[in-house]
């Protein structure tokens, strides 16, 4: 089992950066496929990227591609989320996910353990 512990959120202007940091205790961390996903006030939980349990990294939603960079720090038990750009369309909790397979997967109901979520609000 693991747990996991969601920080780096916090209120920006529009064209901001930001980091958000998953660190895992318990199992160590690279025995899951990890995932960010988020949740915009009055919307559906969504996918935002992915990282295999051999790093290999998943497409990016598309409204975040080529913004948003997730890595993985095995040292620290630490995944990332780098976050470039941002906009006031990215104001959302986002929440760590992981699970035990190899692959990442888009489905949130395919993760089997969660943190409690961050919150990250952009101003325009």
């Known amino acids: 089992q693991v747990q996991l512990v969601e920080s780096g959120g916090r209120l920006v202007q529009a064209g901001a950066s930001l980091r958000l940091s998953c660190e895992a205790s318990g199992r160590a961390f690279s025995d899951y496929a990890v995932a960010w996903f988020r949740r915009a006030p009055g919307k559906e939980r969504e996918f935002v990227a992915g990282?295999?349990?051999?790093?290999?990294?998943?497409p990016y939603a598309d409204s975040v591609k080529g913004r948003f960079t997730i890595s993985r720090d095995h040292a620290k038990n630490t995944v990332y989320l780098q976050m470039n750009s941002l906009e006031p369309e990215d104001t959302a909790v986002y929440y760590c996910?992981?699970?035990?397979?190899?692959?990442?997967?888009?489905?949130?109901?395919?993760?089997?353990?969660w943190g409690q979520g961050t919150q990250v609000t952009v101003s325009s």
């Open positions: 990282i295999s349990r051999s790093d290999g990294i998943w």
């Open positions: 996910a992981a699970r035990s397979g190899l692959w990442v997967r888009i489905e949130d109901d395919a993760y089997d353990y």
